[in-house]
Nanobody
Framework: EVQLVESGGGLVQAGGSLRFSCAASGFIFDDYAIGWFRQAPGKELEGVSAISNSDGSTVYKDSVKGRFTITSDNAKNTVYLQMTSLKPEDTAVYYC?????WGQGTQVTVSS
């Protein structure tokens, strides 16, 4: 059974930092890319970042470039999203996704 378990959300002031983790199981981790999406209240789901576990290549949404960093620990089957210089517009529920499966979502609230 494929599982993606997220942790690390919370409430933070603007300019602060948070780190998410997404622990994956039930599939060959190295064969897939893992992505982070987010959905803000009243807005559509949008892609934030993704990493290929086969070659380590990464992509980022323009608005988070330079502030967010995605990394992968293949030995732990875990992907991390380090978020710095957070802004109120980063407030959303964040989801990790891989192999056509989604995590449960974790809330990030950035206060101004």
């Amino acid at each position: 059974e494929v599982q993606l378990v997220e942790s690390g959300g919370g409430l933070v002031q603007a300019g602060g930092s948070l780190r998410f983790s997404c622990a994956a199981s039930g599939f060959i981790f190295d064969d897939y890319a893992i992505g982070w999406f987010r959905q803000a209240p009243g807005k559509e789901l949008e892609g934030v970042s993704a990493i290929s576990n086969s070659d380590g290549s990464t992509v980022y949404k323009d608005s988070v470039k330079g502030r967010f960093t995605i990394t992968s620990d293949n030995a732990k089957n875990t992907v991390y999203l380090q978020m710095t210089s957070l802004k109120p517009e980063d407030t959303a529920v964040y989801y990790c996704t891989a192999n056509f499966h989604w995590g449960q979502g974790t809330q990030v609230t950035v206060s101004s």
